[in-house]
Protein backbone atom coordinates (compact mmCIF):
# COMPACT_ATOMS: atom_id res chain seq x y z
CA UNK A 1 0.00 0.00 0.00
CA UNK A 2 1.66 3.51 -1.04
CA UNK A 3 2.14 6.28 1.40
CA UNK A 4 -1.36 8.45 1.87
CA UNK A 5 0.07 11.48 0.73
CA UNK A 6 3.63 11.91 -1.77
CA UNK A 7 5.58 15.32 -1.53
CA UNK A 8 5.15 17.71 -4.38
CA UNK A 9 8.76 19.30 -5.37
CA UNK A 10 9.39 22.59 -5.26
CA UNK A 11 10.67 24.29 -8.62
CA UNK A 12 13.97 25.59 -8.08
CA UNK A 13 15.68 25.71 -11.87
CA UNK A 14 15.60 22.12 -12.04
CA UNK A 15 13.45 21.06 -15.34
CA UNK A 16 12.87 17.58 -16.85
CA UNK A 17 11.22 17.26 -20.19
CA UNK A 18 8.78 15.55 -18.33
CA UNK A 19 7.59 17.40 -15.73
CA UNK A 20 4.54 19.23 -15.19
CA UNK A 21 3.94 22.62 -13.69
CA UNK A 22 1.05 22.58 -11.34
CA UNK A 23 0.84 26.09 -10.05
CA UNK A 24 2.23 29.88 -11.56
CA UNK A 25 2.63 32.41 -9.10
CA UNK A 26 4.33 36.13 -8.82
CA UNK A 27 7.58 36.43 -6.60
CA UNK A 28 6.66 37.03 -3.21
CA UNK A 29 3.88 34.10 -3.58
CA UNK A 30 6.54 31.22 -2.60
CA UNK A 31 5.47 27.58 -2.19
CA UNK A 32 6.19 25.31 0.25
CA UNK A 33 5.03 21.88 2.43
CA UNK A 34 4.04 20.16 -0.76
CA UNK A 35 1.63 17.06 -0.64
CA UNK A 36 -0.40 15.37 -2.95
CA UNK A 37 -2.83 12.53 -2.95
CA UNK A 38 -4.29 10.02 -5.78
CA UNK A 39 -8.34 9.05 -5.25
CA UNK A 40 -8.77 5.20 -4.39
CA UNK A 41 -11.73 5.30 -6.79
CA UNK A 42 -10.11 7.07 -10.10
CA UNK A 43 -6.86 7.55 -10.44
CA UNK A 44 -6.83 9.88 -13.05
CA UNK A 45 -8.26 12.29 -9.81
CA UNK A 46 -4.89 13.87 -8.64
CA UNK A 47 -4.83 16.74 -5.57
CA UNK A 48 -2.11 18.89 -4.32
CA UNK A 49 -2.09 21.46 -1.87
CA UNK A 50 1.04 23.42 -0.53
CA UNK A 51 1.82 26.75 1.54
CA UNK A 52 1.30 30.30 -0.39
CA UNK A 53 2.80 33.06 0.51
CA UNK A 54 0.72 36.35 0.50
CA UNK A 55 3.61 38.23 2.40
CA UNK A 56 7.07 36.44 2.85
CA UNK A 57 8.52 39.27 4.67
CA UNK A 58 6.22 39.15 7.42
CA UNK A 59 5.96 35.25 7.00
CA UNK A 60 2.12 35.73 6.41
CA UNK A 61 0.80 32.69 4.26
CA UNK A 62 -2.33 30.61 3.31
CA UNK A 63 -2.77 26.97 1.99
CA UNK A 64 -3.66 26.39 -1.87
CA UNK A 65 -4.90 23.59 -3.93
CA UNK A 66 -5.10 22.38 -7.18
CA UNK A 67 -6.55 19.38 -8.81
CA UNK A 68 -6.37 17.35 -12.09
CA UNK A 69 -8.64 14.61 -13.90
CA UNK A 70 -6.20 13.62 -16.66
CA UNK A 71 -3.33 11.62 -14.65
CA UNK A 72 -1.78 15.11 -13.31
CA UNK A 73 -1.08 15.78 -17.25
CA UNK A 74 -3.19 19.41 -16.38
CA UNK A 75 -4.33 21.25 -13.32
CA UNK A 76 -6.47 23.52 -12.18
CA UNK A 77 -5.67 25.76 -9.24
CA UNK A 78 -8.50 25.89 -6.31
CA UNK A 79 -8.66 28.23 -2.91
CA UNK A 80 -10.28 26.70 -0.03
CA UNK A 81 -12.55 29.52 1.18
CA UNK A 82 -11.30 30.62 4.66
CA UNK A 83 -13.87 31.55 7.35
CA UNK A 84 -14.14 35.12 8.67
CA UNK A 85 -11.70 35.76 11.32
CA UNK A 86 -9.28 34.04 9.82
CA UNK A 87 -5.82 35.73 8.19
CA UNK A 88 -3.66 32.26 6.34
CA UNK A 89 -3.53 28.67 6.74
CA UNK A 90 -0.42 26.36 7.11
CA UNK A 91 0.57 22.89 7.41
CA UNK A 92 -1.74 21.35 4.89
CA UNK A 93 -1.84 16.85 4.45
CA UNK A 94 -4.00 15.32 2.15
CA UNK A 95 -6.09 12.09 2.06
CA UNK A 96 -8.82 10.65 0.36
CA UNK A 97 -11.35 7.96 1.38
CA UNK A 98 -12.52 4.89 0.20
CA UNK A 99 -15.41 6.42 -1.99
CA UNK A 100 -13.41 9.18 -3.43
CA UNK A 101 -13.83 12.32 -1.24
CA UNK A 102 -10.94 14.02 -0.24
CA UNK A 103 -10.02 15.65 3.08
CA UNK A 104 -7.63 18.70 3.41
CA UNK A 105 -6.30 19.30 7.20
CA UNK A 106 -4.86 22.87 7.88
CA UNK A 107 -4.05 24.65 11.38
CA UNK A 108 -5.54 28.46 10.35
CA UNK A 109 -3.92 31.51 11.66
CA UNK A 110 -3.91 34.89 12.96
CA UNK A 111 -1.56 37.66 11.91
CA UNK A 112 -1.28 39.54 15.27
CA UNK A 113 2.31 40.45 16.73
CA UNK A 114 3.01 37.04 16.05
CA UNK A 115 1.67 33.89 14.03
CA UNK A 116 -0.95 32.64 16.51
CA UNK A 117 -2.85 29.18 15.89
CA UNK A 118 -6.35 29.03 15.80
CA UNK A 119 -6.50 24.77 16.43
CA UNK A 120 -6.88 22.13 13.76
CA UNK A 121 -9.81 21.76 11.25
CA UNK A 122 -10.49 19.96 7.90
CA UNK A 123 -11.93 20.83 4.96
CA UNK A 124 -13.88 18.47 2.49
CA UNK A 125 -14.12 17.91 -0.98
CA UNK A 126 -16.94 15.70 -2.67
CA UNK A 127 -16.03 16.63 -6.48
CA UNK A 128 -12.21 15.68 -6.78
CA UNK A 129 -11.07 18.81 -5.41
CA UNK A 130 -12.89 21.41 -7.46
CA UNK A 131 -14.76 23.40 -4.33
CA UNK A 132 -14.20 22.37 -0.45
CA UNK A 133 -16.75 22.74 1.97
CA UNK A 134 -16.81 24.40 5.29
CA UNK A 135 -14.29 23.48 7.13
CA UNK A 136 -14.80 21.27 10.40
CA UNK A 137 -13.07 21.90 13.79
CA UNK A 138 -11.40 19.26 15.51
CA UNK A 139 -9.58 20.60 18.22
CA UNK A 140 -9.72 24.72 19.40
CA UNK A 141 -6.33 24.80 21.06
CA UNK A 142 -3.92 27.29 19.44
CA UNK A 143 -0.98 25.02 20.33
CA UNK A 144 -2.20 22.83 18.14
CA UNK A 145 0.31 22.35 15.03
CA UNK A 146 1.94 19.60 13.06
CA UNK A 147 -0.73 17.29 11.50
CA UNK A 148 -1.33 14.55 9.88
CA UNK A 149 -4.37 12.87 8.11
CA UNK A 150 -5.16 9.38 7.07
CA UNK A 151 -7.86 7.38 5.59
CA UNK A 152 -8.50 4.02 5.78
CA UNK A 153 -8.96 2.55 2.07
CA UNK A 154 -8.27 -1.40 2.70
CA UNK A 155 -11.59 -3.38 1.86
CA UNK A 156 -10.20 -6.40 4.22
CA UNK A 157 -10.33 -4.17 7.10
CA UNK A 158 -12.73 -4.17 10.05
CA UNK A 159 -12.30 -0.14 10.53
CA UNK A 160 -12.56 0.21 6.26
CA UNK A 161 -13.70 4.23 5.99
CA UNK A 162 -12.48 5.66 9.00
CA UNK A 163 -10.41 9.26 8.66
CA UNK A 164 -7.66 9.57 11.54
CA UNK A 165 -5.74 12.66 11.76
CA UNK A 166 -2.62 13.13 14.48
CA UNK A 167 -0.79 16.37 15.32
CA UNK A 168 1.47 18.10 18.22
CA UNK A 169 4.53 20.10 18.18
CA UNK A 170 6.55 19.76 21.37
CA UNK A 171 3.08 18.82 22.97
CA UNK A 172 1.28 15.83 23.78
CA UNK A 173 -0.28 13.88 20.85
CA UNK A 174 -3.54 14.57 19.89
CA UNK A 175 -5.52 12.39 18.30
CA UNK A 176 -9.23 12.46 16.03
CA UNK A 177 -10.72 10.04 13.92
CA UNK A 178 -14.61 10.29 11.98
CA UNK A 179 -16.65 7.34 10.84
CA UNK A 180 -19.00 9.23 9.03
CA UNK A 181 -17.25 10.44 5.89
CA UNK A 182 -16.05 13.50 8.10
CA UNK A 183 -19.48 14.41 9.22
CA UNK A 184 -18.38 14.13 12.98
CA UNK A 185 -14.89 13.86 14.92
CA UNK A 186 -14.00 11.90 18.24
CA UNK A 187 -11.09 11.09 20.00
CA UNK A 188 -9.99 8.01 21.44
CA UNK A 189 -12.90 5.66 22.97
CA UNK A 190 -15.80 7.89 23.20
CA UNK A 191 -13.58 10.97 24.32
CA UNK A 192 -14.03 14.61 22.39
CA UNK A 193 -11.99 14.75 19.13
CA UNK A 194 -8.75 15.87 20.00
CA UNK A 195 -8.04 13.73 22.95
CA UNK A 196 -4.15 12.77 23.90
CA UNK A 197 -3.36 9.47 23.30
CA UNK A 198 -0.71 10.06 25.85
CA UNK A 199 1.16 13.05 27.94
CA UNK A 200 4.57 12.54 25.93
CA UNK A 201 5.67 15.55 23.80
CA UNK A 202 6.02 14.82 20.55
CA UNK A 203 7.12 16.82 17.11
CA UNK A 204 4.87 15.81 13.80
CA UNK A 205 3.90 12.86 14.31
CA UNK A 206 3.43 10.80 11.51
CA UNK A 207 0.58 8.03 10.91
CA UNK A 208 -0.10 5.46 8.47
CA UNK A 209 -2.62 2.20 8.16
CA UNK A 210 -2.11 -1.31 7.67
CA UNK A 211 -3.78 -3.35 5.31
CA UNK A 212 -5.28 -5.14 8.49
CA UNK A 213 -6.73 -1.89 9.73
CA UNK A 214 -3.93 -1.47 12.06
CA UNK A 215 -2.90 2.63 13.00
CA UNK A 216 0.67 2.90 13.56
CA UNK A 217 1.99 6.80 14.93
CA UNK A 218 5.72 7.34 14.86
CA UNK A 219 7.40 10.96 15.90
CA UNK A 220 11.03 11.82 16.70
CA UNK A 221 11.42 14.09 19.80
CA UNK A 222 13.53 16.75 18.98
CA UNK A 223 16.94 17.00 20.06
CA UNK A 224 16.81 13.30 21.40
CA UNK A 225 18.13 9.65 20.35
CA UNK A 226 14.90 8.43 20.05
CA UNK A 227 11.88 8.10 17.40
CA UNK A 228 8.49 6.95 19.37
CA UNK A 229 5.70 4.68 18.31
CA UNK A 230 2.23 3.62 19.43
CA UNK A 231 -0.44 1.99 17.71
CA UNK A 232 -4.26 1.12 18.04
CA UNK A 233 -5.41 -2.54 16.83
CA UNK A 234 -9.41 -1.47 17.47
CA UNK A 235 -9.73 1.98 15.31
CA UNK A 236 -8.42 4.31 17.82
CA UNK A 237 -10.58 3.34 20.36
CA UNK A 238 -7.22 2.88 22.35
CA UNK A 239 -3.93 2.42 22.16
CA UNK A 240 -0.64 0.73 23.13
CA UNK A 241 1.92 2.32 25.33
CA UNK A 242 4.10 4.70 23.81
CA UNK A 243 7.73 3.40 22.95
CA UNK A 244 11.39 4.43 21.90
CA UNK A 245 10.99 2.27 18.53
CA UNK A 246 14.09 3.41 16.93
CA UNK A 247 17.35 4.83 19.17
CA UNK A 248 20.28 6.40 18.58
CA UNK A 249 19.10 8.68 15.89
CA UNK A 250 21.24 11.93 15.69
CA UNK A 251 19.04 14.84 15.65
CA UNK A 252 19.86 17.65 13.33
CA UNK A 253 18.91 20.46 16.07
CA UNK A 254 22.26 19.09 18.03
CA UNK A 255 24.24 19.22 15.39
CA UNK A 256 23.74 22.16 13.03
CA UNK A 257 23.76 25.65 13.60
CA UNK A 258 20.43 27.32 15.05
CA UNK A 259 19.18 30.90 15.03
CA UNK A 260 15.81 31.61 16.53
CA UNK A 261 15.45 28.07 18.01
CA UNK A 262 15.90 26.53 14.70
CA UNK A 263 18.32 24.36 12.80
CA UNK A 264 19.71 25.41 9.14
CA UNK A 265 22.95 24.18 6.93
CA UNK A 266 25.93 26.03 7.22
CA UNK A 267 25.61 29.55 5.22
CA UNK A 268 21.99 29.03 4.58
CA UNK A 269 18.88 30.46 6.38
CA UNK A 270 16.51 27.33 6.01
CA UNK A 271 15.17 25.62 8.87
CA UNK A 272 15.66 21.57 8.51
CA UNK A 273 14.83 19.35 10.96
CA UNK A 274 14.51 15.44 11.54
CA UNK A 275 11.19 14.71 11.25
CA UNK A 276 9.77 11.40 10.94
CA UNK A 277 7.65 10.21 7.93
CA UNK A 278 6.26 6.49 7.54
CA UNK A 279 4.26 4.23 5.78
CA UNK A 280 3.34 0.30 4.72
CA UNK A 281 5.40 -1.46 2.20
CA UNK A 282 4.35 -5.01 0.35
CA UNK A 283 3.86 -7.18 3.26
CA UNK A 284 1.76 -5.13 5.36
CA UNK A 285 5.87 -3.91 6.90
CA UNK A 286 6.15 -0.65 8.43
CA UNK A 287 8.66 2.01 6.99
CA UNK A 288 10.07 4.57 8.88
CA UNK A 289 12.03 7.13 7.25
CA UNK A 290 13.90 10.46 8.98
CA UNK A 291 16.90 13.10 8.35
CA UNK A 292 20.11 11.65 10.78
CA UNK A 293 23.52 13.32 10.96
CA UNK A 294 25.39 10.17 11.71
CA UNK A 295 27.92 10.25 9.70
CA UNK A 296 28.30 13.90 9.61
CA UNK A 297 26.22 14.79 7.18
CA UNK A 298 22.24 15.17 6.59
CA UNK A 299 20.96 12.11 5.34
CA UNK A 300 18.33 10.26 4.92
CA UNK A 301 17.54 6.81 7.38
CA UNK A 302 15.05 4.37 7.60
CA UNK A 303 13.93 1.40 8.45
CA UNK A 304 11.63 -1.43 7.59
CA UNK A 305 9.36 -3.30 10.71
CA UNK A 306 8.06 -6.78 9.79
CA UNK A 307 5.48 -7.26 13.00
CA UNK A 308 7.62 -6.11 16.30
CA UNK A 309 11.52 -6.54 14.83
CA UNK A 310 13.50 -4.15 12.16
CA UNK A 311 14.99 -6.19 9.61
CA UNK A 312 17.44 -3.40 8.25
CA UNK A 313 18.25 0.06 7.98
Not at 105 to 110: A, C, F, G, N, S
Not at 176 to 190: E, F, H, L
Request: glycine residues 8%; proline residues 6%; hydrophobic residues 30%.
Amino acid sequence: MPCPTLPVFEHYGLVDSNDVQITSSATNESRSESVVAVNPTNSQNLICASKKFIDPHKYHFTISTAYSIDGGQTWIESQPKMPAGWDGMTDPDLTFDYLGNAYLIVEPLKFDTDLTGMGMYVYKSSDGGKTWAKPVQLHPDSTDDKQWIDSDTNPGSPHYGAIYAVWGANTPLRFARSTDQGKTWKGVGNSPSGTQISNDTCYAPSICIGPDGVLHVSWHIRGTQNIMYTRSTDGGNSFEPVTAKITGVSSLDNFLPNTDGWPHFANATFRVMTIVTSCIAAGNRLLIAWADFREGVSRISSRVETNTTFIHN
